[in-house]
Structure formats: structure tokens, C-alpha cells
């Protein structure tokens, strides 16, 4: 495990080499370059198996990065755009919609996730904008994404328009759940940009921030839908030395391996994570929240 203080050790007995070969006159240079300085340090972290990662603090500059533009797939952090176009999409969020039988053949011949919405369920746009960010769920993301605009293809296109609007030029959207395709892309600094845009909305950043929710009665659960973060479906913690990990969009497929898409609350401010390709699946170890929790400690 990744010791912080092991390399603030290391830093500070290089600055005082430095100091010595170089003379104290420049010291406060060393000091106010301290970010550069130390990120020279962190910028490869032991005990990442993650391929992808970029940290950085919500609103600010990249604290560390690794492969950050290189192309891969991104199984379910997919659900971040789905959900902020879901969102702007839809004026009011409690409108009710209902679930169509024709989805689920789709999702059981490719072995998608579910939040356990029943066929003819009638059920509001914000439920289903927690359904797909929690349990991750593929019913959810299909019924709203056909209730909007009438297919999931004409849907991803307006994932890609928004993906344009912002910048994200080395991204591309075929599909709305996540799943493996070679037109279905991005990279871990694009995603970085749809994350930071999207938690600029209110009812973004409390669904990505809550960690259990259970919805109000619908015709086919009379007590309502129990909903939980699959950053805690296997129990990880989400404590930090300074702080704590406040929730984030978890995916998984072959081709991305396990990922995460996260944000913290360290010493008080807000930091931002997205680490993908790391090593595992969905029933072993949760590396990918397990390697978080690694580099968030770097703060």
C-alpha cells in the first residue's frame, strides 16, 4: 500500500539536497513551484493497477494524471452523460413514464445490469435518473432514454452533440448503457470535463452524491424502489485520511475493466476522480474503489 508520507519523506530530503547544491537563494522558488514539485513525485503512484486515471480538485488544475487522453472503453461512467441529458431534456423531473416490455430482451441477451423495474411500470423521470447512477441500472436508462426521443440511437446523437458542446473531442457515444462497442469511446480527461460540467447542476450533484435512495410508490412496488450506490454494494469503505469519498458512478466491462468516476470531500474541498482499466470484475475485490481511495490520499 501507497504511503503517502513515504514520498513527502523522499521531497523534502531532494529539496534539501537541492538547496544545498544549488544555494538558498533559490529556495523560494522551490517553495512557490510546490505543486509542480511534488507532483513530479506522485504522478506514478505504487499499487495503481488502473490503465487511465486523472485526479484533480473540483473546478481547479490536475493534481496527477496517467494515460489521460489515451482512447478506452468506459462501460457504465457512460451513465454520466445519459443522466445530464436525461436531465436537461426533461422539465419536470416527476413526470411519470412507463416501462416498455421491449427492453428487456436486450438487456438479458447482454447480461446488463437492472434496478428491478417490472414491464408497465409507471415511474418518474427522477427515479429513473437514480435507478441508472446507483444500481446502474440498464431498464431504467432504456425507459427514459425511449420516453424522450423514441429509440436509443437518437438519443446517443444527442449524447455526442452534448459530448461536442463541451470540448470532448476524443469521445464518441453508439449506445446509452455503456456496453462494448469499437465506435463507443472516450478517455479518462474527457470524462473528467462531462463530470466537472455536469455536478454544475443541482439534481446531478445530489443523485452522484447519495449512496442509497428509495422512491416513492409506483403501481408495481407499492412501497417504493430500494435503490443502492454500487460504490457500496460490496461494502468498501469510502474513508479517506482527510476525508471521504461523497459518491461517484462505478462501471465495469471487458474491455474497460473496472472504473470509477468519483468525487471527495478532503480537508474540506471538493476533489474529483476518474480511474479506469483497473484489474478485477464485479465479483472480485472492488479495485477500482479500493485504488481511489489510493489516490485521493495523495491530497
Do not use: W
Not at 511534488?38 to 488502473?50: C, H, L, T, V, Y
Amino acid at each position: 500500500m501507497y504511503k503517502k508520507n513515504n514520498f513527502r519523506k523522499a521531497a523534502a530530503i531532494l529539496l534539501a539536497m537541492l538547496t544545498l547544491l544549488i544555494g538558498v537563494n533559490y529556495l523560494p522558488v522551490l517553495r512557490s513551484s510546490g505543486e509542480t514539485f511534488f507532483q513530479i513525485f506522485r504522478s506514478e503512484a505504487p499499487d495503481i493497477s488502473g490503465r487511465n486515471y486523472v485526479l484533480k480538485k473540483r473546478g481547479g488544475q490536475v493534481l496527477t494524471s496517467k494515460k489521460e487522453e489515451e482512447q478506452i472503453a468506459i462501460a457504465s461512467m457512460t451513465k454520466i452523460m445519459t443522466a445530464i441529458c436525461v436531465i436537461e431534456a426533461v422539465e419536470n423531473l416527476d413526470q411519470l413514464v412507463e416501462v416498455p416490455v421491449d427492453i428487456f430482451p436486450e438487456i438479458e441477451e447482454q447480461g446488463l445490469a437492472t434496478a428491478g423495474l417490472f414491464q408497465g411500470e409507471v415511474i418518474s423521470y427522477r427515479t429513473l435518473l437514480y435507478a441508472m447512477m446507483l444500481p446502474s441500472g440498464a431498464d431504467a436508462v432504456l425507459t427514459a432514454v425511449q420516453a424522450i426521443s423514441g429509440n436509443e440511437q437518437i438519443f446517443a446523437d444527442r449524447m455526442n452533440e452534448k459530448a461536442a458542446s463541451l470540448g470532448m473531442k476524443r469521445t464518441h457515444f453508439s449506445n446509452t448503457t455503456g456496453k462494448d462497442a469499437t465506435d463507443h469511446y472516450s478517455t479518462v480527461a474527457d470524462i473528467m470535463t462531462l463530470l466537472d460540467y455536469a455536478l454544475e447542476n443541482e439534481t446531478f450533484y445530489e443523485i452522484f452524491t447519495t449512496l442509497s435512495y428509495q422512491s416513492v410508490s409506483t403501481n408495481l412496488h407499492p412501497e417504493g424502489l430500494p435503490l443502492i450506490s454500487t460504490v457500496i454494494s460490496r461494502n468498501e469503505s469510502l474513508a479517506l485520511d482527510n476525508g471521504r469519498i461523497l459518491g461517484g458512478k462505478t462501471g465495469y466491462t471487458i474491455d474497460a475493466g473496472l472504473c470509477l468516476a468519483s468525487m471527495a470531500e478532503i480537508n474540506g474541498e471538493e476533489y474529483l476522480l476518474v480511474l479506469a482499466g483497473c484489474k478485477g470484475d464485479n465479483l472480485t475485490e472492488q479495485f477500482n474503489v479500493i485504488e481511489s481511495r489510493v489516490l485521493y490520499n495523495l491530497v
